[in-house]
């Protein structure tokens, strides 16, 4: 079994569009194994985008990612990576194929809605750096809340 990481971004979380996008995994028959939503500050958008850090776009990037409350997300399943990427689609909604995330959902590169990892060691990454150090208790079905 495989772990992925995935946040709504925040046009996607004012847009209302949690909802549809945790649907799409369950349907799809990914696990939710950990969800929150988050106001990002920039030190945390700037690791979590650092491989763009010398990027033209880098700015509008952070600036888009800390522009509101996102929702981040750990799901579970059989190559979870490249399965929530394929339920993602391109990352410019121009060539991203209706009935993918993107395609139904955004017109534009800049705010396209959804982050999805793109390896296993940057979903393991992601995680640690969203989750902290409850990241390992998502690994297996959540242990109940005592109080
Ligand atoms: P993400 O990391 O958000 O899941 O997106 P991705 O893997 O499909 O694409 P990536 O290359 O990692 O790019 C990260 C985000 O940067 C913005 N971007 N803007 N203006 C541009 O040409 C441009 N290229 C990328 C997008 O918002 C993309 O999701
Ligand atoms: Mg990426």
Redesign the pocket.
């Known amino acids: 079994m495989e772990r992925t990481f995935v946040?709504v971004?925040p046009d996607g979380v004012k847009r209302g569009l949690i909802g549809d996008i945790v649907s799409r995994f369950e349907q799809k028959g990914f696990t939710l194994r950990g969800i929150k939503l988050l106001h990002i500050d920039r030190p945390l958008a700037e690791r979590h985008?650092g491989?763009?850090r010398e990027?033209?776009?880098f700015g509008?990037?952070v600036d888009?990612l800390t522009s509101g409350e996102a929702c981040a997300m750990i799901w579970e399943g059989q190559h979870a990576v490249a399965n929530a990427?394929s339920l993602?689609g391109?990352?410019?909604p121009v060539e991203a194929v209706p009935g993918t995330i993107r395609g139904d959902f955004a017109m534009d590169?800049?705010?396209?809605v959804?982050?999805?990892?793109?390896s296993p060691e940057s979903a393991e990454r992601e995680i640690s750096l969203f989750f902290g150090e409850s990241a390992a208790v998502y690994m297996f079905p959540n242990p109940p809340i005592t109080h």
């Open positions: 946040m971004k985008y491989e763009h990027k033209p776009f509008e990037l888009y990427r993602i391109k990352t410019n590169v800049a705010s396209n959804v982050h999805g990892s793109d």
